[in-house]
């Protein structure tokens, strides 16, 4: 079974420019996460969609980021326009229903803003 | 301020010995915790979880251990392999919640053979 699928995983892109990252998680995962980490730090939640609807997105600074998932199943986080400080590994994780279950996380696209 | 706090950013171990990493938290409503592994250039790969319901969970060679009163968890590996050489992170969750997990910092296990 394939885990979760992220796209790219490397972009570079100059400050003030628009970037999209894609994320699909495992088939039957209702829940995907968008997370951020920072260089030796640990992941920080950015946002959480139960199917398509995004239940916390407490955390995503929406004066420059969006995110989507249209159908419930893949995802889509864009940064428009980025800044040197969204230099970044941004992380897509996915979990089924229930309380006690772990979140699978996909290789992550690290993101350079120069 | 963090809820979930690894105060040793590293660790160096021998082959064969113990490892014990430890992680502190501040959240009394935090009643599920994780333990992810995470080798470069890769995503976080899940370890090994607790409810607060239990003090101990064991799988194979990793074992957590909770103590809710003093807010502590750690994790053992034992033996310790140069292949678990790895950034560990601790993870808790409010089940309410639905699993918003909140992340330490981690911490970076080095075995030595």
């Known amino acids: 079974e394939a885990g979760v699928v992220q796209s790219p995983r490397y972009k570079i892109i100059e400050k003030k420019q628009p970037v999209a990252f894609w994320c699909n998680p495992i088939s039957g995962h209702n829940t995907l996460y968008w997370y951020l980490q920072n260089l030796g730090q640990g992941p920080e939640l950015l946002i959480r969609?139960?199917?398509?609807?995004?239940?916390?997105d407490s955390q995503l600074p929406k004066d420059r980021f969006s995110a989507e998932r249209l159908k419930g199943v893949d995802s889509t986080l864009k940064i428009q326009p980025a800044e040197l400080g969204d230099s970044a590994v941004y992380l897509c994780?996915?979990?089924?229903?229930?309380?006690?279950?772990?979140?699978?996380f996909g290789q992550g696209t690290r993101l350079t803003v120069v | 301020d963090q809820q979930v706090k690894q105060n040793s950013p590293s660790l160096s171990v021998q082959e064969g010995r113990i490892s014990i990493l430890n992680c502190d938290y501040t959240?009394?409503?935090?009643?599920?915790f994780l333990w992810y592994k995470k080798y470069p250039a890769e995503g976080p790969t899940f370890l090994i979880s607790i409810s607060s319901i239990k003090d101990k969970n064991e799988d194979g060679r990793f074992t957590v251990f909770l103590n809710k009163s003093a807010k502590h968890l750690s994790l053992h590996i034992v033996p310790s392999q140069p292949g678990d050489s790895a950034v560990y992170f601790c993870?808790?969750?409010?089940?309410?919640?639905?699993?918003?997990?909140?992340f330490g910092k981690g911490t970076k296990l080095s075995v030595k053979p």
């Open positions: 994780a996915s979990s089924s229903e229930g309380s006690d279950t772990e979140a699978f």
């Open positions: 993870a808790a969750s409010v089940r309410g919640s639905q699993g918003n997990l909140i």
């Open positions: 959240n009394s409503m935090f009643d599920y």
């Open positions: 969609y139960e199917n398509e609807e995004a239940v916390d």
